[in-house]
C-alpha cells in the first residue's frame, strides 16, 4: 500500500488503511461505531489532516469518517475514478444565436482535484459541451478566458479588462455575453460592468454556481443554460446576474447589476433583487419578463464603454463607538471617496464629527449609504443627518451599499470634480437609485408566523 495507492492519507489515516488492506479508489463497507458506511475511498488534498477517510457515497456526495470510530473495513471492488469532464467537439447549427462565455474563474462548470482538493474548471466549449450537452440546443458557443481568480480577488483591474472585451465582442457583432464569475462578489462586477458598459445593443449576463459540479446539488449547469438562453435568445440588453429563482430547479431569475445582492451563504437561490423586482424569470424554453421597462435589444453595435475606476474609493460600515482615527486614518492614506454605511435613516455618532470635517477640508468626496438594505437615505429628518449633510456627506437615495462603493469608484476614475462627481453618482443609469420601492420590493418572509407558515404550506411541498 505504497505510493499513489494512498495518495494524500498520512498518518493516523494512511495506518488504517494498510491495517486492512484497502486502497484509494477502492469500494469498501466501513463498519463504524456510528453505522455501516458504503463507498469509493478517495484520495485526500495534500493539506489535509490524518484522521479521516473521505469516502464518495451512492448519492454523489463526500463523507470523512473519523478514523477513531471505525471497527472494520471490507474491500468489495477496485476501480480507478476518472472525474475529468469528457470533451466533446461542439457543434455549430446554422440559426442558433452566437453567444461568447468570458471567464474569470468560478465553479460553473467544473470538476474536484482530488490531489489538492481544488476545484478545476471546465471552460472549452468542448469541456462545456461534455459537460452541459444541452447548450448545443440553446447556442453556437466560443469561449475566452480573461483571468481565472477567486471572485474575492476580483478588482478595477479586472472591471476594466471585462468591459473592454466586452466592447471588443459587440464591435465583432456577437449575439449575447455570458460571464462566468464566482458568487461572492458577482454583483460587486454586476454594478460595474453596468456603469463601465453603457447603452448595450445585446445582453451581457453574469452566472456563477453556489455548489460546484461533482455534487449532485449542483445550480452549475441550470444556471449555465438560462445564462445562454437569456444571452442568446432573450430580448434585455442589460447587464444581469442569473442565478436560481426558488430553491428548487424550476425557473431562474435575471436580475439588475446595480439591484441585486448576495443574501445566503449556501443556499442556491441565495441571489435577490433589493428594494425592487427582478427583471425576468428564464427558463430552458425562453425568458419572461417581470418588468415591463427595460432595455431592449438592437442590431447595431452602438455600445458606450467607459472603464474608468480610481481604488481610492472605501466602504466605512458604522458602529456604535467607532472613534475619529478610522476616518482619520483613510485621509492620511490618500483615499478620496467614503461611502458610509449609517444606521437608521443615514446616521453615525457625533464623536466622529470632528474628523468628517477634516475629511471635507481635505477634499474627500462622501456618500450616505444604509446598514437596512432596503429603504431610503433620509439625512434631513434628524439633526444628526443635517448636521452630516453639512459636513459635505450626500445621501445617496436607495443605492445599495457595494453599488454606492463601485459607482464613487467609476466616477472618480473619470474626474475628481465634486459637482461632476456628485452629478455622476446621483444619476441613475440603470436604477441603482429609484423614485420609491414598489410595494411588492421588500419580501422578507419570517418563519413561525401564522400567515407565512400559512403561504408556505401552499408553495413548499
Same mark, same amino acid.
Given at each position: 500500500?505504497?505510493?499513489?495507492?494512498?495518495?494524500?492519507?498520512?498518518?493516523?489515516?494512511?495506518?488504517?488503511?494498510?491495517?486492512?488492506?484497502?486502497?484509494?479508489?477502492?469500494?469498501?463497507?466501513?463498519?463504524?461505531?456510528?453505522?455501516?458506511?458504503?463507498?469509493?475511498?478517495?484520495?485526500?488534498?495534500?493539506?489535509?489532516?490524518?484522521?479521516?477517510?473521505?469516502?464518495?457515497?451512492?448519492?454523489?456526495?463526500?463523507?470523512?469518517?473519523?478514523?477513531?470510530?471505525?471497527?472494520?473495513?471490507?474491500?468489495?471492488?477496485?476501480?480507478?475514478?476518472?472525474?475529468?469532464?469528457?470533451?466533446?467537439?461542439?457543434?455549430?447549427?446554422?440559426?442558433?444565436?452566437?453567444?461568447?462565455?468570458?471567464?474569470?474563474?468560478?465553479?460553473?462548470?467544473?470538476?474536484?482535484?482530488?490531489?489538492?482538493?481544488?476545484?478545476?474548471?471546465?471552460? =472549452?466549449?468542448?469541456?462545456?459541451?461534455?459537460?452541459?450537452?444541452?447548450?448545443?440546443?440553446?447556442?453556437?458557443?466560443?469561449?475566452?478566458?480573461?483571468?481565472?481568480?477567486?471572485?474575492?480577488?476580483?478588482?478595477?483591474?479586472?472591471?476594466?479588462?471585462?468591459?473592454?472585451?466586452?466592447?471588443?465582442?459587440?464591435?465583432?457583432?456577437?449575439?449575447?455575453?455570458?460571464?462566468?464569475?464566482?458568487?461572492?462578489?458577482?454583483?460587486?462586477?454586476?454594478?460595474?460592468?453596468?456603469?463601465?458598459?453603457?447603452?448595450?445593443?445585446?445582453?451581457?449576463?453574469?452566472?456563477?454556481?453556489?455548489?460546484? =459540479?461533482?455534487?449532485?446539488? =449542483?445550480?452549475?449547469?441550470?444556471?449555465?443554460?438560462?445564462?445562454?438562453?437569456?444571452?442568446?435568445?432573450?430580448?434585455?440588453?442589460?447587464?444581469?446576474?442569473?442565478?436560481?429563482?426558488?430553491?428548487?430547479?424550476?425557473?431562474?431569475?435575471?436580475?439588475?447589476?446595480?439591484?441585486?445582492? *448576495?443574501?445566503?451563504? =449556501?443556499?442556491?437561490?441565495?441571489?435577490?433583487?433589493?428594494?425592487?423586482?427582478?427583471?425576468?424569470?428564464?427558463?430552458?424554453?425562453?425568458?419572461?419578463?417581470?418588468?415591463?421597462?427595460?432595455?431592449?435589444?438592437?442590431?447595431?453595435?452602438?455600445?458606450?464603454? *467607459?472603464?474608468?475606476?480610481?481604488?481610492?474609493?472605501?466602504?466605512?460600515?458604522?458602529?456604535?463607538?467607532?472613534?475619529?482615527?478610522?476616518?482619520?486614518?483613510?485621509?492620511?492614506?490618500?483615499?478620496?471617496?467614503?461611502?458610509?454605511?449609517?444606521?437608521?435613516?443615514?446616521?453615525?455618532?457625533?464623536?466622529?464629527?470632528?474628523?468628517?470635517?477634516?475629511?471635507?477640508?481635505?477634499?474627500?468626496?462622501?456618500?450616505?449609504?444604509?446598514?437596512?438594505?432596503?429603504?431610503?437615505?433620509?439625512?434631513?429628518?434628524?439633526?444628526?443627518?443635517?448636521?452630516?449633510?453639512?459636513?459635505?456627506?450626500?445621501?445617496?437615495?436607495?443605492?445599495?451599499?457595494?453599488?454606492?462603493?463601485? *459607482?464613487?469608484?467609476?466616477?472618480?476614475?473619470?474626474?475628481?470634480?465634486?459637482?461632476?462627481?456628485?452629478?455622476?453618482?446621483?444619476?441613475?443609469?440603470?436604477?441603482?437609485?429609484?423614485?420609491?420601492?414598489?410595494?411588492?420590493?421588500?419580501?422578507?418572509?419570517?418563519?413561525?408566523?401564522?400567515?407565512?407558515?400559512?403561504?408556505?404550506?401552499?408553495?413548499?411541498?
Amino acid at each position: 500500500m505504497e505510493g499513489k495507492d494512498l495518495q494524500g492519507y498520512k498518518g493516523k489515516a494512511r495506518e488504517i488503511l494498510q491495517k486492512y488492506n484497502v486502497r484509494v479508489w477502492g469500494e469498501v463497507v466501513i463498519q463504524s461505531t456510528r453505522g455501516e458506511f458504503k463507498g469509493r475511498v478517495l484520495p485526500r488534498a495534500e493539506n489535509t489532516d490524518d484522521i479521516h477517510i473521505v469516502l464518495k457515497v451512492n448519492t454523489g456526495y463526500n463523507i470523512g469518517i473519523d478514523i477513531n470510530t471505525i471497527t472494520d473495513i471490507k474491500e468489495i471492488g477496485y476501480n480507478v475514478a476518472n472525474y475529468a469532464i469528457p470533451e466533446k467537439q461542439f457543434p455549430c447549427t446554422e440559426g442558433l444565436p452566437h453567444v461568447k462565455l468570458l471567464g474569470t474563474g468560478g465553479t460553473i462548470a467544473s470538476r474536484l482535484d482530488y490531489r489538492t482538493g481544488a476545484v478545476i474548471p471546465a471552460f =472549452s466549449p468542448g469541456e462545456l459541451y461534455g459537460a452541459v450537452p444541452e447548450l448545443a440546443d440553446i447556442c453556437n458557443l466560443d469561449t475566452e478566458k480573461i483571468f481565472a481568480v477567486f471572485s474575492e480577488n476580483m478588482g478595477p483591474e479586472q472591471y476594466i479588462k471585462l468591459a473592454e472585451a466586452i466592447g471588443n465582442e459587440i464591435e465583432k457583432g456577437i449575439d449575447g455575453i455570458v460571464i462566468g464569475h464566482g458568487t461572492d462578489t458577482l454583483h460587486h462586477t454586476g454594478a460595474a460592468l453596468t456603469f463601465m458598459c453603457q447603452n448595450l445593443p445585446v445582453p451581457v449576463v453574469l452566472v456563477g454556481s453556489q455548489r460546484s =459540479s461533482d455534487r449532485p446539488s =449542483s445550480d452549475a449547469a441550470l444556471n449555465l443554460m438560462h445564462a445562454m438562453t437569456a444571452a442568446g435568445r432573450g430580448n434585455i440588453a442589460e447587464v444581469m446576474i442569473c442565478m436560481f429563482g426558488p430553491t428548487s430547479d424550476e425557473y431562474g431569475l435575471l436580475h439588475k447589476g446595480t439591484r441585486v445582492r *448576495k443574501m445566503h451563504s =449556501s443556499y442556491r437561490s441565495t441571489f435577490r433583487t433589493i428594494g425592487d423586482t427582478p427583471l425576468a424569470m428564464v427558463t430552458r424554453k425562453g425568458v419572461e419578463p417581470i418588468k415591463k421597462i427595460f432595455n431592449t435589444r438592437r442590431n447595431d453595435k452602438n455600445v458606450i464603454i *467607459k472603464p474608468y475606476f480610481s481604488d481610492k474609493v472605501t466602504m466605512v460600515y458604522y458602529y456604535t463607538g467607532m472613534k475619529p482615527d478610522v476616518i482619520d486614518g483613510l485621509v492620511a492614506a490618500g483615499y478620496k471617496g467614503i461611502i458610509f454605511v449609517g444606521t437608521g435613516l443615514g446616521h453615525v455618532n457625533k464623536l466622529i464629527y470632528p474628523a468628517i470635517r477634516r475629511a471635507q477640508e481635505a477634499g474627500v468626496h462622501m456618500y450616505m449609504t444604509l446598514q437596512t438594505i432596503w429603504g431610503y437615505v433620509q439625512m434631513y429628518v434628524y439633526d444628526t443627518g443635517r448636521d452630516m449633510m453639512a459636513m459635505g456627506i450626500i445621501p445617496a437615495g436607495n443605492m445599495l451599499p457595494e453599488v454606492a462603493y463601485i *459607482k464613487l469608484g467609476w466616477a472618480l476614475g473619470q474626474t475628481d470634480d465634486h459637482e461632476e462627481v456628485k452629478r455622476l453618482m446621483l444619476t441613475p443609469i440603470n436604477d441603482e437609485i429609484t423614485e420609491r420601492e414598489p410595494y411588492n420590493g421588500y419580501l422578507v418572509y419570517q418563519g413561525g408566523v401564522p400567515e407565512v407558515e400559512e403561504f408556505i404550506k401552499k408553495v413548499h411541498k
